[in-house]
């Protein structure tokens, strides 16, 4: 089968991967969202209720996923390949959002003044690594698209491996409870810039990962106790998200129970990724697109982050204030071919250089 070949390695996560992307981007193409309080259907509401848990896991499994190719090494060399391959990108990709705003704010409003500022407004918020959106001195700076998740990896790295190096293993678990209850705690209430309280919070689901490759976790036959205990978790989640109304944002720093929701979104998302990594049992078209999709995951995260914000999708809503669901569609529609396009034209830019995807895969953007 499949995953046979593949076991043990960051590649057989492809087509949860390619899943994951393509959620990303519908998630932000659709921003309509059920209200608990209308009047609804049972079968609508535990609809909602499974979408959210899979929206409050999203990012915590693609951290875990990631945790499953962590190799401990000296921390210098660490940061240098770290480095190359998380913050080189983020910056081109920087690059590029400045250039596209300025020059579609120019082109739409005709204003150097205007562009400028919406500009800054834009830059800032990569220059600060936002989270979120973040206003200071009366200016807001907007935060950095889907790229908050390579800034919070490339802390959530270093430290574990600091963690690993300098700490003996019986008190590894106990160093990384520090971390991600002190990451829970400054984020609190606030914007931490640089993804800090991301990135110490990503560390918990960093070190998840690298033990369940250790322990094969994912990879073995669970009993009928795991299969219980996880699945448990799930319905938990469930009731969580019901008497709160409130989803997890891991990117938002929204934690509906605090460091229970975070650690009860780590017990979700190895289950969710306990299942579907039983879609490598299947071939065909449709799972070659999803595991390509998951493959070119730097290249969708960057770009996806370039036309969030250097094209006004906002226009074509204000323009259809009237078709809504539609004017939602073609965003989503227009949004998959600039990405598509942008993956090719990247990849065949930099197809003979040190981006270029490797066949055996030991981390989450190889």
Not at 224 to 248: E, I, N, P, Y
Request: proline share 2%; aromatic share 12%; net charge positive.
């Amino acid at each position: 089968m499949h995953e046979k070949r593949i076991a043990g390695s960051v590649g057989m996560f492809d087509v949860i991967k390619g899943m994951g992307m393509a959620a990303i981007v519908f998630g932000h193409s659709f921003s309509v969202s059920p209200d608990l309080d209308a009047e609804i259907n049972a079968g609508y509401v535990a609809g909602w209720l499974l979408s959210s848990q899979v929206a409050n896991v999203l990012m915590p499994a693609f951290f875990i996923i990631s945790g499953y190719g962590f190799r401990k090494r000296p921390l210098a060399a660490c940061i240098r390949q770290q480095a190359a391959l998380m913050l080189k990108p983020y910056l081109y990709a920087m690059a590029g959002v400045t250039a596209l705003v300025f020059m579609t704010r120019l082109i739409l409003f005709g204003s150097v003044r205007d562009a400028l500022s919406a500009t800054w407004s834009v830059t800032g918020g990569f220059l600060l690594a936002l989270p979120q959106n973040m206003e200071i001195g009366g200016r807001t700076f907007y935060f950095c698209g889907a790229l908050w998740f390579m800034i919070a990896l490339f802390i959530a790295w270093m430290v574990l491996d600091l963690i690993m190096e300098k700490i003996s293993e019986p008190y590894q678990l106990l160093a990384v409870v520090i971390v991600f209850v002190s990451g829970w705690l400054t984020g609190i209430g606030r914007i931490t810039p640089y993804c800090v309280s991301q990135g110490m919070i990503a560390v918990l689901y960093l070190y998840i990962g690298y033990k369940c490759k250790k322990n094969k976790i994912l990879l073995k036959r669970w009993t009928k106790k795991q299969w219980l205990c996880f699945s448990l978790s799930v319905l938990v989640g469930m009731c969580v998200t019901a008497f709160t109304g409130v989803r997890d944002s891991m990117a938002d720093g929204i934690w509906s129970a605090g460091p229970i929701s975070i650690l009860l979104d780590a017990c979700i998302a190895i289950w969710f990724l306990h299942v579907l990594l039983q879609l490598n049992r299947f071939s065909g078209r449709a799972w070659n697109g999803l595991a390509g999709i998951g493959r070119n995951s730097l290249y969708i995260f960057a770009i996806h982050s370039v036309e969030m914000h250097g094209i006004p999708w906002y226009l074509i809503t204000e323009k259809m204030a009237d078709a809504e669901i539609l004017s939602y569609a073609i965003i989503l529609v227009l949004r998959v071919l600039v990405i598509a396009l942008g993956v090719m034209l990247v990849k065949h830019r930099v197809s003979g250089g040190k981006w270029k995807i490797r066949k055996k895969q030991t981390h989450f953007f190889h």
